[in-house]
């Protein structure tokens, strides 16, 4: 039987410097990859007082028709935010990030189960995204589902933070997100889904365009479909347990989703 082959002190020694060094490179590529993303970080403190003129998903939607040959214009109309009845605010809030007023960007606690989820499913399953983080994905980055595009999703969340009250980031998230086939923000989405004018939107009309938020080119708030149904009676009991509706509409929000 053979004898096993022993390192030697000099061998042993050129090994760990080996490791040392590879540790060392890695490090320094992930710190200059980390600083150069940092430093390259969009500018947001511009959006204290000037509305964005466009958003990222917008010009992706734009380039991808282009390319067959179709010139698109994305349909929106600003909308302050005291204009926005407080009922769909309030549903937005308990659907999209019930939290946002208290935390700093990052749900962190809904981040946790999200990760779990993930893991369980192999996938991107859940998606744990706060409302400053989903403005920030909507202004500014692709629409896919990377570990480095939520890493940079999350420090510009933390910019938009620290740069703007927390009014402000849910204003310009109402008026940029996708409600419909190339139709943004709650003030345009409630004149092609309803044709009025946002303010004039009722408890009900408010919950079913909140409900298509999360599939917005695959829902018609104006149908009760398997996921309006779903989706509608969710909210209106999520609003009912916070005390955000009383109980005669709570019924009749319930009822309208049957």
Same mark, same amino acid.
């Given at each position: 039987?053979?004898?096993?082959?022993?390192?030697?002190?000099?061998?042993?020694?050129?090994?760990?410097?080996?490791?040392?060094?590879?540790?060392?490179?890695?490090?320094?590529?992930?710190?200059?990859?980390?600083?150069?993303?940092?430093?390259?970080?969009?500018?947001?403190?511009?959006? #204290?007082?000037?509305?964005?003129?466009?958003?990222?998903?917008?010009?992706?939607?734009?380039?991808?028709?282009?390319? #067959?040959?179709?010139?698109?214009?994305?349909?929106? !109309?600003?909308?302050?935010?005291?204009?926005?009845?407080?009922?769909?605010?309030?549903?937005?809030?308990?659907?999209?990030?019930?939290?946002?007023?208290?935390?700093?960007?990052?749900?962190?606690?809904?981040?946790?189960?999200?990760?779990?989820?993930?893991?369980? !499913?192999?996938?991107?399953?859940?998606?744990?995204?706060?409302?400053?983080?989903?403005?920030?994905?909507?202004?500014?980055?692709?629409?896919?589902?990377?570990?480095?595009? #939520?890493?940079?999703?999350?420090?510009?969340?933390?910019?938009? !933070?620290?740069?703007?009250?927390?009014?402000?980031?849910?204003?310009?998230?109402?008026?940029?997100?996708?409600?419909?086939?190339?139709?943004?923000?709650?003030?345009?989405?409630?004149?092609?889904?309803?044709?009025?004018?946002?303010?004039?939107?009722?408890?009900?009309?408010?919950?079913?365009?909140?409900?298509?938020?999360?599939?917005?080119?695959?829902?018609?708030?104006?149908?009760?479909?398997?996921?309006? #149904?779903?989706?509608?009676?969710?909210?209106?009991?999520?609003?009912?347990?916070?005390?955000?509706?009383?109980?005669?509409?709570?019924?009749?929000?319930?009822?309208?989703?049957?």
């Amino acid at each position: 039987m053979a004898e096993e082959t022993q390192a030697t002190p000099k061998q042993r020694s050129k090994f760990k410097k080996i490791v040392l060094w590879t540790f060392l490179v890695l490090c320094g590529g992930a710190v200059a990859i980390a600083l150069y993303t940092w430093i390259t970080l969009p500018n947001v403190t511009g959006l #204290k007082t000037a509305n964005p003129v466009s958003t990222s998903l917008m010009r992706l939607q734009a380039a991808e028709a282009a390319k #067959k040959g179709i010139k698109i214009a994305a349909r929106r !109309e600003w909308v302050a935010f005291d204009r926005v009845p407080e009922m769909l605010r309030k549903a937005v809030l308990v659907s999209e990030d019930a939290n946002f007023y208290s935390h700093k960007g990052i749900d962190f606690e809904e981040l946790k189960a999200s990760i779990k989820q993930d893991i369980k !499913e192999r996938r991107f399953a859940r998606g744990g995204s706060t409302i400053t983080q989903q403005l920030a994905k909507n202004l500014y980055l692709s629409g896919s589902k990377t570990l480095w595009r #939520k890493v940079t999703e999350a420090l510009i969340a933390r910019r938009l !933070e620290r740069a703007l009250p927390k009014n402000r980031i849910f204003e310009l998230y109402l008026n940029a997100i996708e409600l419909g086939p190339n139709v943004f923000g709650v003030q345009a989405a409630a004149r092609h889904w309803f044709g009025k004018d946002v303010g004039e939107l009722t408890l009900e009309e408010s919950v079913r365009l909140t409900a298509i938020i999360p599939r917005p080119l695959k829902s018609d708030p104006r149908t009760n479909d398997a996921w309006m #149904k779903f989706k509608g009676r969710w909210i209106a009991d999520t609003l009912f347990a916070v005390k955000a509706l009383g109980d005669e509409d709570h019924r009749s929000l319930v009822a309208a989703f049957e």
